[in-house]
């Protein structure tokens, strides 16, 4: 355990998901980069590492849209560590030293890995090992379901909708018959995943060594063709043949026009509040027990969330629902205090959503990009306006790079009210007083996107919302990764008293 408590205290740290570090086989990983960029932000007085989140992805390679909301995405494994380990061979665990251009190859990458990480788990399966095993029988509540899935998602499809209705509605001899037919499948999904709790762990102690806490991140919602909906239907709003009749996203806000329509289904309230929230009592044990302090991503769905009826072409026809706020969070703090939990709350925002956030004490988020875009008093944004209790930052995952948005996304109007606070102008130096500012700002948390610390033009943009292809690519060649002007950003850190333990 860490000796201080996330958030406590004025820090700061950087956001850079996995998959964006470099890596010659094609997607960056848990291993030995990992280590160095941890061990690398902490001598550099970081407080913080914040990724998105680690679950495996499907169409789109959108961490947010996952088939399994505990599971660990096996392409983040360590092809190096797994050698380390005798799982695989130095002849097998050659790397293909892949083209260095600043882009994830997704589909280079898993037809690289795949191969070897099944080799890889079939060896761990065959050894018998007792802590695999004992992993096994601790993580059996979701990772029994999870294995299942993976199996049957092999040979019949993730849209488990079309599956036979034996299984599709889970009869429990059909289930355990699957068990049984698919026993090789199970065990080497479940040895992944294994693999990756290690890896992670073992990253996770380089952390807690240096006094680097993990910020992580958890979707609120889940997929239709996902382990966690066809497990338990019952916590989503499904009609009799478990097909959403509501699907999430939010309404037009600064991103989209016609709102963002995510398809996810929404969660059955009700239900849930009957069985005292044991789903997501569950989801958040396992969160908290992987990262030192988890972000909500769209908190004010826990509010209140946009429905909308499902097979709409956009989000314009939801309509605002409530949730049972007060009762969920109380169950929460009494199943898991300590709470370390932060609030996205961005877009179109109530004052219940800021009640419920300043109620239990959670930091929520503060953009500098949204400062500049109108005259209103009130713009929380503003630097005189920031809370104390929140984390900063120029720009998410969402937005585009610091310099990006100088460049190409700031109005004559918006320009000169950025000036009323710094002299950002276009390029490198823009980003450079950009940064200046938000470290200035009375938030007691900052984190800077790895993009922005080395002022890197749109291209580099991880996320566009309501685009659905192109995403998620960007990753550090080896040159910008050695490049990272950590040592710099912690000297501007602590001549505004953010430097880990002052």
Same mark, same amino acid.
């Given at each position: 355990?860490?000796?201080?408590?996330?958030?406590?205290?004025?820090?700061?740290? &950087?956001?850079?998901?996995?998959?964006?570090?470099?890596?010659?086989?094609?997607?960056?990983?848990?291993?030995?980069?990992?280590?160095?960029?941890?061990?690398?932000?902490?001598?550099?007085?970081?407080?913080?590492?914040?990724?998105?989140?680690?679950?495996? &992805?499907?169409?789109?390679?959108?961490?947010?849209?996952?088939?399994?909301?505990?599971?660990?995405?096996?392409?983040?494994?360590?092809?190096?560590?797994?050698?380390?380990?005798?799982?695989?061979?130095?002849?097998?665990?050659?790397?293909?030293?892949?083209?260095?251009?600043?882009?994830?190859?997704?589909?280079?990458?898993?037809?690289?890995?795949? #191969?070897?990480?099944?080799?890889?788990?079939?060896?761990?399966?065959?050894?018998?090992?007792?802590?695999?095993?004992?992993?096994?029988?601790?993580?059996?509540?979701?990772?029994?379901?999870?294995?299942?899935?993976?199996?049957?998602?092999?040979?019949?499809?993730?849209?488990?909708?079309?599956?036979?209705?034996?299984?599709?509605?889970?009869?429990?001899?059909?289930?355990?018959?699957?068990?049984?037919?698919?026993?090789?499948?199970?065990?080497?999904?479940?040895?992944?995943?294994?693999?990756?709790?290690?890896?992670?762990?073992?990253?996770?102690?380089?952390?807690?060594?240096?006094?680097?806490?993990?910020?992580?991140?958890? #979707?609120?919602?889940?997929?239709?063709?996902?382990?966690?909906?066809?497990?338990? #239907?019952?916590?989503?709003?499904?009609?009799?043949?478990?097909?959403?009749?509501?699907?999430?996203?939010?309404?037009?806000?600064?991103?989209?026009?016609?709102?963002?329509?995510?398809?996810?289904?929404?969660?059955?309230?009700?239900?849930?509040?009957?069985?005292?929230?044991?789903?997501?009592?569950?989801?958040?044990?396992?969160?908290?027990?992987?990262?030192?302090?988890?972000?909500?991503?769209?908190?004010?769905?826990?509010?209140?969330?946009?429905?909308?009826?499902?097979?709409?072409?956009?989000?314009?026809?939801?309509?605002?629902?409530? &949730?049972?706020?007060?009762?969920?969070?109380?169950?929460?703090?009494?199943?898991?205090? #300590?709470?370390?939990?932060?609030?996205?709350?961005?877009?179109?925002?109530?004052?219940?959503?800021?009640?419920?956030?300043?109620?239990?004490?959670?930091?929520?988020?503060?953009?500098?990009?949204?400062?500049?875009?109108?005259?209103?008093?009130?713009?929380?944004?503003?630097?005189?306006?920031?809370?104390?209790?929140?984390?900063?930052?120029?720009?998410?995952?969402?937005?585009?790079?610091?310099?990006?948005?100088?460049?190409?996304?700031?109005?004559?109007?918006?320009?000169?009210?950025?000036?009323?606070?710094?002299?950002?102008?276009?390029?490198?130096?823009?980003?450079?007083?950009?940064?200046?500012?938000?470290?200035?700002?009375?938030?007691?948390?900052?984190?800077?996107?790895?993009?922005?610390?080395?002022?890197?033009?749109?291209?580099?943009?991880?996320?566009?919302?309501?685009?659905?292809?192109?995403?998620?690519?960007?990753?550090?060649?080896?040159?910008?990764?050695?490049?990272?002007?950590?040592?710099?950003?912690?000297?501007?850190?602590?001549?505004?008293?953010?430097?880990?333990?002052?």
């Amino acid at each position: 355990m860490h000796s201080f408590v996330p958030f406590s205290e004025r820090a700061s740290g &950087v956001l850079l998901h996995v998959t964006s570090l470099p890596s010659p086989w094609g997607v960056g990983d848990l291993g030995e980069r990992a280590h160095e960029f941890a061990q690398r932000l902490a001598a550099a007085g970081q407080r913080y590492w914040q990724t998105l989140p680690l679950n495996p &992805v499907s169409t789109g390679n959108s961490p947010y849209f996952s088939p399994s909301s505990c599971a660990g995405n096996p392409m983040l494994l360590s092809i190096e560590d797994l050698r380390d380990r005798g799982l695989l061979s130095p002849e097998e665990a050659v790397a293909p030293g892949l083209k260095d251009d600043g882009y994830v190859d997704f589909e280079r990458a898993q037809d690289l890995k795949q #191969p070897l990480l099944l080799r890889a788990a079939e060896r761990l399966v065959r050894s018998d090992d007792p802590e695999f095993l004992a992993y096994c029988d601790h993580e059996a509540n979701w990772l029994d379901d999870h294995a299942l899935f993976q199996a049957l998602a092999q040979e019949l499809g993730s849209a488990w909708r079309s599956w036979p209705d034996t299984l599709k509605f889970r009869d429990a001899a059909a289930i355990a018959s699957a068990r049984e037919q698919h026993a090789a499948a199970i065990e080497i999904e479940k040895a992944l995943q294994y693999l990756f709790h290690c890896q992670w762990e073992a990253l996770r102690k380089v952390c807690e060594g240096c006094g680097l806490a993990v910020l992580g991140d958890m #979707p609120i919602y889940v997929n239709t063709d996902s382990v966690d909906v066809w497990a338990s #239907p019952e916590t989503f709003c499904l009609d009799e043949h478990l097909n959403p009749t509501l699907e999430s996203g939010v309404p037009p806000d600064y991103f989209s026009a016609t709102g963002q329509l995510w398809r996810n289904p929404v969660f059955n309230w009700q239900t849930l509040e009957r069985s005292g929230f044991s789903w997501w009592i569950e989801r958040l044990k396992l969160l908290l027990a992987r990262f030192d302090a988890v972000r909500i991503d769209h908190f004010r769905g826990l509010a209140q969330f946009w429905a909308v009826p499902a097979g709409a072409d956009n989000a314009i026809d939801g309509q605002w629902m409530d &949730v049972p706020s007060h009762a969920f969070f109380d169950a929460l703090h009494a199943a898991l205090h #300590p709470l370390p939990l932060v609030a996205e709350d961005l877009g179109t925002i109530t004052p219940d959503v800021h009640e419920l956030r300043d109620h239990y004490g959670f930091p929520g988020m503060i953009v500098l990009q949204f400062a500049f875009n109108d005259d209103h008093y009130d713009n929380p944004y503003k630097p005189e306006n920031h809370r104390e209790n929140a984390i900063a930052y120029l720009g998410t995952h969402d937005n585009n790079t610091c310099r990006g948005w100088l460049d190409d996304e700031l109005d004559e109007h918006a320009r000169r009210r950025l000036q009323g606070y710094t002299d950002a102008q276009a390029g490198p130096e823009g980003v450079r007083a950009m940064l200046e500012l938000l470290l200035s700002s009375r938030a007691s948390t900052t984190i800077v996107c790895a993009q922005d610390l080395l002022a890197l033009p749109a291209e580099a943009r991880m996320n566009i919302p309501g685009v659905a292809e192109g995403n998620w690519r960007w990753q550090l060649t080896a040159a910008q990764f050695e490049a990272l002007p950590l040592q710099e950003l912690g000297d501007r850190c602590a001549a505004h008293g953010r430097s880990a333990g002052a």
